[in-house]
């Protein structure tokens, strides 16, 4: 009896209850050398990692299709080491420290070739090989170690569009900055990293730009003090469906070592947690370094220990408990890992070292996914997010007799109404976007979404249900259509009475045309009308109210 109970079961939960847990992406070790870094990145686009060795940098895609790695171009496009990855929309930027010169440069896969963005390195002199790399406000920012004789201070730069210009003031730590890391928050580009003054002040802290000048956020050092000839790795990561900014970096004053977790509350870094070697299953004697994604609202970090294995801990809101029963992604041997997570699913891509085999450090990838991130044969996956503008986005890897979408809100994740209804493709075996901007009074109340598609056949399923807190912003922006033709229309709701700047751009920062308008306390309806004879391209429409700014890309 209980082994019908137990097949009910499975019947019943379908794919959710086989797929969690960690499974390999493609096949194991399929890079054609070792690589000793790696870093791996996910959106609607796809997965994609990239990795470097002794023979240069090489990225691969992952083929949903045919569940193989492909080659984006060719293997070994530049000799560099890999810092960070990143996608702006479909292209995969790399930001990567070029062996020849020292330099730091971004890599983007554009028209099935590689280029340098702006023709150009980004570092103006040598710099450490540790490097952050991420978009804010549609603009590729890198931040990096900018050496000058015999000190090493962070500066950031942004890609204008046609070359790289200093963020804020040019080296502006206080001393020198290692293991240099970038995250976007909001609109705000922040660092983070370890900042040696001398041996008995040597702490990982956060800076953000504040207007035109980089500011600490809380406090100096927020790490314990980091042994000389130690790692300090760090990394930011911000939780931008729950308004969340976490600091994860290696508290290593001497062995044992440790991984702690910080959390920005309020006005101060608060310490979550602490991964210690004795909460590893291989009783090591330390833990190198950390890394942190969200699963299902929680965070979670994943630690290499002492004998290269990769273990997972999950948050549950008090403590870290061990992921899956404490049972390591990758059990013995890693070279390098990173860590990505995109519609509930985690991804890690590692240089697979494992001893039982020969130790070639080749690449592998595992995935982590329940029944709620993919749905059956078609791919169904969900997003959302409600700043700079309200959108609800959806995609299936094929479609075999799809009739429809129908968006779905709820405010307490019980009783779910009908808000939109959007036509399938019906028949494809591409990838096939689609999205809805949600009416903002229904965005004021409601915080649940999800999609249910409806098949010819009559038959019907759901995608994962996501959740969007309620907006405390200013304002709030809908701008549509994309692409537009003759005019651009806006829906605001904003918190007072006052003016509106609209400013229409091109892909070189040329202003075409510019707006101010008074707006009412709540919703407000704005048409822009484009200018004439407007050449078919890409176009950006800038937002202001108060203090607050909103870019958004715009096809024509």
Request: proline residues 3%; charged residues 15%.
């Amino acid at each position: 009896m209980k082994y019908f109970f137990s097949w009910l079961l499975m019947v019943l939960l379908g794919n959710s209850v086989a797929m969690a847990q960690w499974s390999v992406l493609g096949s194991r070790k399929f890079s054609a050398s070792m690589y000793s870094q790696h870093r791996v990145v996910a959106n609607r686009f796809g997965v994609f990692t990239a990795v470097s060795g002794a023979s240069g940098v090489t990225a691969y895609r992952y083929n949903n299709n045919a569940n193989r790695w492909d080659t984006l171009r060719n293997t070994n496009f530049t000799r560099g080491i890999v810092d960070e990855i990143a996608l702006k929309n479909d292209t995969l930027l790399i930001a990567y420290q070029d062996l020849a010169t020292r330099r730091i440069g971004v890599m983007q896969f554009v028209n099935n070739a590689w280029s340098l963005v702006g023709g150009t390195f980004v570092s103006d002199t040598t710099a450490d090989d540790d490097c952050g790399l991420a978009i804010v406000n549609q603009q590729i920012h890198v931040a990096y170690q900018d050496r000058l004789g015999s000190t090493g201070k962070a500066t950031v730069k942004r890609f204008n569009g046609s070359s790289w210009v200093v963020v804020g003031n040019q080296r502006f730590t206080t001393g020198n900055a290692w293991d240099v890391h970038l995250a976007s928050v909001g609109n705000t580009p922040y660092i983070s990293f370890r900042e040696f003054i001398s041996s008995t002040d040597n702490k990982v802290s956060v800076m953000a730009l504040n207007g035109t000048t980089w500011s600490y956020v809380g406090s100096r050092g927020i790490s314990i003090n980091i042994a000389p000839n130690t790692s300090g790795r760090n990394e930011l990561f911000y939780d931008t469906l729950q308004n969340k900014l976490y600091l994860v970096t290696a508290q290593n004053s001497g062995f044992p070592t440790t991984v702690g977790i910080f959390e920005w509350v309020e006005s101060s870094w608060v310490n979550i947690g602490n991964i210690t070697p004795s909460m590893l299953a291989d009783n090591v004697s330390f833990v190198d370094y950390g890394k942190l994604a969200i699963h299902q609202g929680r965070p979670v970090v994943i630690v290499e220990s002492g004998l290269g294995d990769i273990t997972a801990f999950k948050y549950n809101g008090t403590t870290w408990q061990p992921f899956l029963n404490n049972t390591p992604i990758n059990d013995s041997g890693t070279f390098d890992f990173d860590v990505c997570t995109y519609n509930d699913t985690l991804y890690v891509s590692y240089g697979d070292q494992r001893y039982t085999e020969t130790p070639d450090g080749r690449t592998t990838v595992q995935r982590f996914f329940t029944g709620n991130s993919i749905l059956h044969s078609n791919g169904l996956t969900f997003s959302g997010r409600r700043q700079p503008q309200t959108q609800l986005q959806w995609s299936t890897l094929s479609e075999q007799g799809t009739a429809n979408f129908i968006v779905e809100s709820s405010t307490d994740n019980r009783q779910f109404v009908a808000i939109a209804t959007v036509n399938a493709s019906g028949y494809t075996n591409r990838t096939t976007t689609y999205q809805h901007n949600p009416n903002l009074s229904i965005m004021d109340k409601a915080t649940f979404f999800r999609i249910r598609q409806v098949n010819i056949n009559g038959t019907t399923q759901y995608s994962n249900t996501i959740y969007l807190p309620l907006s405390t912003a200013n304002l709030t922006v809908n701008v549509f259509p994309n692409p537009f033709i003759d005019k651009i229309q806006l829906q605001l709701h904003v918190s007072d009475a006052s003016t509106v700047q609209l400013i229409l751009t091109n892909t070189y920062g040329q202003v075409l045309q510019q707006h101010v308008q008074q707006v009412s306390k709540g919703y407000n309806n704005l048409t822009v009308k484009a200018p004439s004879h407007l050449p078919q391209g890409t176009y950006f429409l800038e937002v202001r109210y108060a203090n607050e700014r909103y870019t958004f890309q715009l096809a024509h």
